[in-house]
Each structure stands twice: as structure tokens, then as C-alpha cells.
């Protein structure tokens, strides 16, 4: 028997552990709290696995070094919060459009604005789906302990890969800067997806935006192809088309690859959903207060089940729609002025009745605080 | 460069713009706009210099190696 | 039959061609002088990567047959970062604009002169925003006209070469579209500079930037740019009064530093050679 790899680690510490094992090469970025050690460590670990680690002149540079990365081959990662968040939005679009496979992580803080650096929120969930302009598709995945941080940044990568799109790792500050035992998992045990790469045969007919394959095959620069890549509006080989029926075309794949693909990409646990009365609905750091809050109700005979959200986006709509039928009322629990609550009312508010604990002002919410909504509803 | 000998020289009247910078630029004056396009008046004047070649912006009129355009 | 000479059959993709820029546009001058570069170096096209922002100079790489990368405004040196630091095999050049480059841009330009990356970033002056038509850029001078500025630029205009050189880039040269021989041996020679190399080519807008400032057609601003400009060289013996009101052009710096991808390779060979 292997021992086991167990250790004591930060979330932030956890999420470049996941990243690595992912195959993270390369790591553009700028430091902002919360989410500095991950480039800290990025810096650390990077060099001595080959990989690139560099710290770019703004949060912006640090979005487009990213994508320059992807493009060269590498996987590649950049981490931010609120404030680097919206500036990175411009080059996120880009990287939509393009289908650039990357993983943005944001260490939600107190916003607006320069707000509470060092406190928690998880008030960039909205950002996460809107914050760039037009139409685009979204994955963005939410761990709520240290190993699901692990976890789920490894997935973000395959699914970024796999989809060629960006993906976004949504932790919040509790997350990321707490400290928690984790087992980091063999090797062996652990699913890697790499992009798929056209071979040599494809040199003169390469369509680096093949709208008959969902995910077209993603070339590196410097392998042979020499396409073309435009934020423009573009054909099959890349270059830019003003045209109403490619524009049509484009969208709908780049959309479908997502859309077409919930059940592979929606991820979520359920905990005590058989039978309530009560359902908490909540992610991230808040989850763990929702948690020891209904685990409390279990034991004092109260009917109250919890929903944790793993996949933010896209949004887990066909089982919150399920749920919301079998139950009297939903709790939205999320520490912002109500984000996700919209979104699950929108689903769920014809069938039962939706409520909020929302929490703005830089504390989490704690267990107690859950217990006494509980009350409240019940 | 290649030998003067040569090369020819060759318009593309497709892709001409009709700016007329190798119209004010040719040191033996055979070029025009004909219609907007470029023109070559008297081909034989031509000195092979390739100053209109250099500063066209639209790559509209080159001197051509003969091997290549048999 | 052939439509274009073997230089613009061998490096551009002719199906894009002819280019989208306004007849007298400088650019397409600029374009062919960094073909006719990489082609005199004898580089191997599957290895350059030439990356572009926004404006019109920026739509230059879709025309060229390389790999190539449309990014976003001002952004192109900060994307051309990330693929020469994860591939340091490729030769990497940026095509800019005046406002592109030192507006929006003016960011990444002077830190990637910090780094010393081994870029090479081509900047199209022709003084004016022209994809959207007309309005004031750093380098338009004080006094002239755009569309936001009706009355006069009150605005001061950037040197560019200055601006790099400055900021710590190991080559920087200006030229002309005038100039186009002088022009594409800068070229050359700071593709040929292990380092962050600028040249600037002044270029000519005469839709936007010449009309509006009575600049003449496109022949006259091109002799207009042999009339305002001095060579380095030349300028140099001249008495300061003969100087006044001229525009250098020749090459400012060319030295060795060290390069910042082989900088970072010392660090990561420090542990992947110890296996």
C-alpha cells in the first residue's frame, strides 16, 4: 500500500496543486488579494516543471499573456479578484470568441470597487455570466473546501480543453485563504483532457473554426498551420467575415458546445433532498455554514435539505426546476445582496416559494445566522 | 535585386487604387492613371528602377522576373 | 498568370488580398517592407508569429501568411508576451498603431522595452485614429485638426522613439513610407536584435489626418515627408538652425541586453538540468 499524501494546505496552495496535476505550463498574472499566493506559488512551482510563470504589467496584460500562452500550446492559467476581474473582462470576451482554452480564477472579495480586500464575497457570480459584452458561453465552477478547490481546478482545465473556452475557478476569500487536511490523490487516479490537436495530414486544410466538429481542433502557433485568429466575427479558417449567416453560424456552435453538453459539465451535490420541507440552495465558503446549519435541523427533526452548487454556469436549471416541485420553499444562501437568488427564482419561484440570505458587508455567513432563517421560514 | 535585364514591368490594374504615388514617383515619367488605374504610357522608356514597385501601396505594379512569366 | 510580384505571392495569403486600406494609405507600403524583411533574413515562415491590436495597421497580420493574431485594442504586445514566453522558438513581431501602441497601449509597450522580450513591434504612424475616422491621436501635433479636435489639437504629441528608448528598448529606429529602402533595412535590423525592438514608420493617412489638415494627396504628403524629415546621419553635421522643425529619422539605439525569455530559461534550467 502507497502511503498516503496527505498535507495541510491553503486553498489558494490547492488550487496551483490541481492546476499542476491539471498540466498548467503557464501562469500569467497580477498581484491582487486574496488571490496572491496563487501566483506566488505559480511562480515558485512553475519553473521547476518546466512550465512559465510571468507577473505582467496590469491585470489586463496578465488576461492577454494568458491567452498568448493557450496559443502557443500550454495550458495556461491567471488568477485574479473583483477589481482585476472587471479588467480582465475585454480579453475574456476575446478569449470566447476565439475559443481559447484557459482558467481564470477569482478570489471573490468585498466589492464594489476597491471594497474590502481581505474579506469574503461571492458577489462576482453575476460578473462571472455578464461581465464581458455579448453573447457568450460560460462554465464557471465553485469549490467549498480545500479538496473540491483541488478538484475543480482540474476540471476546469478539462473542461476548458475539452471545450475550448475559458473557464472560470469562482472561489471566495474563505475559501482561499483557509487551511484544511487534504489527500491529494495518486496520479493515476486523476482524468486529465488535453485539446484536441489536428495531425499533419491537416496542414493545407486546417479550419482552426470548423463549424462541422461542436469543438473544432485547436492548433499551436508554430506547428505548421499558420492560421489566423480575430476578435472579429470570423469564417471557418479564422478571418474576420461581416456577415449576418457566419455571425449566425459561429454564435450557435460556440453557444451549443456548451449547451449541448449540460450533463457532462453541470456538477452539484445533494445533501438530505429525498424528503423536506425545506431546501438551502448556496456554494462556495457559505455552503459550509449551510451545512452545519441543516445538519443541526436534521438532528432536531426538521425536514431541510441542501443543494450545493459546484457548476455556477451554466445554470444547474433542469434539477433546481425538479427540486423546486417536490419542495415548499428555497432558501438562497450566497454572501452578496442577491445574484444567484434571481436565477433560482426565475426557475423555481413559479413552483414554490424562493427566499434570500444574502450577506454583503465583508463577515461570512455563519451557521447560526442560517439556523435563524431556518426558524424564520419553517 | 535581381539583374535589370531581366525583369519586367507588370501592372495589376485589379488591385490598383489609383493613389498615383508611382504616377509622381517615376524618374522617366511612363506612368498614368487611365481611368484611375495605372497605366504604363511607353514600357520601353522603363529603367527597371523599381521605385514604383517599393511605394505602392496595393502591390499593384511589380517588376517581374521573365523566367517566371513564361 | 501571375497578379503580384514572387515577395507578395510568397509571404501573403492572396486570397485576403487586395488589402482593405484607402487608396494613398501608407500601410500596405509598411506590410510589404516587413515581408520583404523576413524574407531577406530567409526566417521560416512556419516560425513567425506576427500579432496586431486594433486600427488599421492592425488588420496587416490577416493579410500575411504566417501565424497570425487580430487581438484587442492596444493589447498586442501583452498577447505577443505570452507566446514568445511559451514558445521562445517563434519569431514574434507586433504590428501597431500610433494610438494602438501608445495610447491604449502605452502600458505594455514601455514594459515590454522594461523586459528586453525579443519582439519586435512595428508602429504605423500616420498620426490619426482612421478606423474610426479621424479623431486625435498622441502623435498628432499640437495645433492640427481631427475630428475631435475642430479647433486644434491643444493636446502634446508622444516621440515615439524617444518613448522607447527611454523605457529600455535595445533597438529603435525610425522611418518613412518615403523612405520605404531605409525603412525595411531598420526592419531587418531589429528583427535581427535579440531584444524588444520599436520601429517607427511614419506613415500617411490621406483620407482622414491629409484632408482635414490640407495635407495635399497622397503623392504630395509623401514628398511632404521627404521635405520635413533629416537622416540622423545627415543632421548630425548640420548647424542646429538647419535641424529646427525636422523630423530624425535613422536608427536611435542598437545594443545588446539581456534578453528576458533567456533570462527565465537560466531559472528553469537551474532545476530541469539538475534531473
Known amino acids: 500500500m502507497p502511503s498516503k499524501n496527505v498535507k495541510l494546505m491553503q486553498g489558494n496552495e490547492a488550487c496551483v496543486e490541481g492546476a499542476l496535476a491539471a498540466g498548467m505550463k503557464f501562469f500569467a498574472g497580477y498581484p491582487i488579494t486574496p488571490s496572491t499566493e496563487i501566483a506566488e506559488i505559480s511562480a515558485q512551482r512553475l519553473p521547476r516543471v518546466g512550465g512559465k510563470f510571468i507577473q505582467m504589467e496590469d491585470e489586463i496584460a496578465g488576461m492577454a499573456a494568458t491567452i498568448g500562452g493557450s496559443l502557443a500550446g500550454l495550458k495556461s492559467m491567471t488568477a485574479t479578484s473583483g477589481p482585476g476581474f472587471s479588467l480582465k473582462?475585454?480579453?475574456?470576451?476575446?478569449?470566447?470568441?476565439?475559443?481559447?482554452?484557459?482558467?481564470?480564477?477569482?478570489?471573490?472579495?468585498?466589492?464594489?470597487?476597491?471594497?474590502?480586500?481581505?474579506?469574503?464575497?461571492?458577489?462576482?457570480?453575476?460578473?462571472?455570466?455578464?461581465?464581458?459584452?455579448?453573447?457568450h458561453p460560460v462554465i464557471a465552477l465553485t469549490p467549498s473546501s480545500i479538496r473540491e478547490t483541488y478538484d475543480l481546478t482540474i476540471q476546469a482545465f478539462n473542461f476548458a480543453e475539452k471545450y475550448r473556452t475559458p473557464v472560470f475557478l469562482m472561489l471566495d476569500e474563505i475559501i482561499g485563504h483557509m487551511r484544511e487536511k487534504i489527500e491529494i490523490p495518486d496520479p493515476s487516479e486523476i482524468e486529465i483532457f488535453d485539446r484536441v490537436t489536428p495531425d499533419e495530414s491537416e496542414k493545407e486544410s486546417y479550419k482552426a473554426y470548423d463549424n462541422n466538429l461542436e469543438v473544432?481542433?485547436?492548433?499551436?502557433?508554430?506547428?505548421?498551420?499558420?492560421?489566423?485568429?480575430?476578435?472579429?466575427?470570423?469564417?471557418?479558417?479564422?478571418?474576420?467575415?461581416n456577415d449576418t449567416t457566419v455571425t449566425e453560424v459561429l454564435m450557435s456552435r460556440i453557444m451549443g458546445k456548451i449547451e449541448n453538453n449540460l450533463d457532462d459539465i453541470i456538477l452539484y451535490d445533494e445533501y438530505y433532498t429525498e424528503d423536506m420541507d425545506l431546501l438551502i440552495l448556496s456554494y462556495g465558503g457559505t455552503v459550509r455554514s449551510v451545512l452545519s446549519a441543516a445538519r443541526e435541523a436534521q438532528r432536531a427533526g426538521k425536514k431541510v435539505g441542501v443543494f450545493k452548487v459546484k457548476t455556477l454556469w451554466p445554470f444547474p436549471e433542469k434539477r433546481i426546476t425538479e427540486l423546486s416541485k417536490t419542495v415548499n420553499k428555497i432558501l438562497v444562501a450566497e454572501m452578496n445582496l442577491g445574484q444567484y437568488f434571481y436565477e433560482v427564482d426565475r426557475v423555481a419561484g413559479k413552483n414554490c416559494e424562493v427566499s434570500l440570505l444574502g450577506k454583503a458587508n465583508g463577515e461570512p455567513i455563519t451557521p447560526t445566522e442560517v439556523r435563524n432563517k431556518i426558524e424564520e421560514v419553517l | 535585386m535581381s539583374d535589370k535585364k531581366n525583369v519586367s514591368l507588370k501592372t495589376?490594374?485589379?488591385?490598383?487604387?489609383?493613389?498615383?504615388?508611382?504616377?509622381?514617383?517615376?524618374?522617366?515619367?511612363?506612368?498614368?492613371?487611365?481611368?484611375?488605374?495605372?497605366?504604363?504610357?511607353?514600357?520601353?522608356?522603363?529603367?527597371?528602377?523599381?521605385?514604383?514597385?517599393?511605394r505602392c501601396p496595393d502591390f499593384a505594379i511589380y517588376l517581374e522576373e521573365e523566367e517566371n512569366a513564361q | 498568370m501571375a497578379v503580384a510580384s514572387?515577395?507578395?505571392?510568397?509571404?501573403?495569403?492572396?486570397?485576403?488580398?487586395?488589402?482593405?486600406?484607402?487608396?494613398?494609405?501608407?500601410?500596405?507600403?509598411?506590410?510589404?517592407?516587413?515581408?520583404?524583411?523576413?524574407?531577406?533574413?530567409?526566417?521560416?515562415?512556419?516560425?513567425?508569429?506576427i500579432i496586431s491590436g486594433i486600427g488599421c495597421s492592425s488588420r496587416a497580420p490577416g493579410y500575411m501568411d504566417f501565424n497570425t493574431l487580430h487581438t484587442t485594442h492596444g493589447r498586442a504586445l501583452a498577447f505577443a508576451?505570452?507566446?514568445?514566453?511559451?514558445?521562445?522558438?517563434?519569431?514574434?513581431?507586433?504590428?501597431?498603431?500610433?494610438?494602438?501602441?501608445?495610447?491604449?497601449?502605452?502600458?505594455?509597450?514601455?514594459?515590454?522595452?522594461?523586459?528586453?522580450?525579443?519582439?519586435?513591434?512595428?508602429i504605423f504612424n500616420n498620426n490619426i485614429y482612421g478606423m474610426t475616422g479621424g479623431q486625435y491621436s498622441p502623435t498628432t501635433p499640437h495645433?492640427?485638426?481631427?475630428?475631435?479636435?475642430?479647433?486644434?489639437?491643444v493636446d502634446n504629441v508622444f516621440d515615439i522613439c524617444r518613448l522607447a528608448e527611454g523605457a529600455g528598448a535595445t533597438y529603435v529606429a525610425r522611418g518613412t513610407v518615403y523612405h520605404a529602402k531605409q525603412l525595411e533595412k531598420n526592419i531587418e535590423n531589429a528583427l535581427e536584435n535579440k531584444g524588444f525592438s520599436v520601429v517607427e514608420g511614419i506613415s500617411i493617412c490621406p483620407t482622414y489626418y491629409g484632408r482635414k489638415n490640407r495635407k495635399g494627396n497622397a503623392a504630395e504628403m509623401m514628398i511632404n515627408l521627404k521635405d520635413t524629415t533629416l537622416d540622423k546621419k545627415v543632421a548630425a553635421k548640420l548647424p542646429p538652425e538647419k535641424t529646427e522643425g525636422k523630423l530624425i529619422i535613422g536608427e536611435f539605439v542598437n545594443k545588446i541586453q539581456p534578453e528576458f525569455c533567456e533570462e527565465y530559461h537560466k531559472v528553469v534550467d537551474k532545476f530541469t538540468k539538475e534531473d
Not at chain 1, 478569449?95 to 476597491?114: F, H, K, N, W, Y
Not at chain 1, 492560421?227 to 474576420?240: I, K, N, Q, R
Request: hydrophobic share 35%.
Open chain 3, 6 to 49: 514572387k515577395l507578395i505571392e510568397n509571404n501573403f495569403r492572396m486570397n485576403r488580398l487586395p488589402h482593405i486600406w484607402c487608396p494613398g494609405c501608407g500601410h500596405g507600403i509598411i506590410m510589404r517592407g516587413i515581408a520583404e524583411a523576413i524574407e531577406n533574413l530567409g526566417y521560416d515562415k512556419q516560425k513567425v508569429c
Open chain 3, 143 to 153: 495645433g492640427e485638426l481631427g475630428t475631435t479636435a475642430p479647433y486644434g489639437n
Open chain 2, 12 to 54: 495589376n490594374r485589379a488591385w490598383c487604387k489609383g493613389c498615383g504615388i508611382c504616377v509622381a514617383f517615376c524618374p522617366v515619367k511612363i506612368l498614368e492613371l487611365k481611368k484611375d488605374k495605372i497605366h504604363v504610357t511607353d514600357i520601353e522608356k522603363c529603367i527597371k528602377c523599381g521605385l514604383c514597385e517599393l
Open chain 1, 89 to 135: 473582462q475585454e480579453n475574456i470576451g476575446y478569449a470566447m470568441l476565439t475559443e481559447i482554452p484557459c482558467v481564470i480564477v477569482d478570489v471573490q472579495r468585498g466589492g464594489p470597487s476597491t471594497g474590502l480586500p481581505t474579506a469574503p464575497s461571492q458577489s462576482d457570480v453575476m460578473q462571472a455570466k455578464w461581465g464581458t459584452h455579448g453573447d
Open chain 3, 81 to 122: 508576451t505570452g507566446v514568445k514566453l511559451a514558445n521562445p522558438e517563434l519569431k514574434v513581431i507586433v504590428i501597431s498603431g500610433d494610438g494602438d501602441a501608445t495610447a491604449i497601449g502605452g502600458n505594455h509597450l514601455i514594459h515590454a522595452a522594461r523586459r528586453n522580450i525579443d519582439i519586435t513591434t512595428i
Open chain 1, 216 to 241: 473544432p481542433k485547436m492548433a499551436a502557433f508554430g506547428e505548421g498551420f499558420r492560421f489566423h485568429v480575430t476578435g472579429l466575427m470570423h469564417d471557418e479558417f479564422g478571418f474576420p467575415k
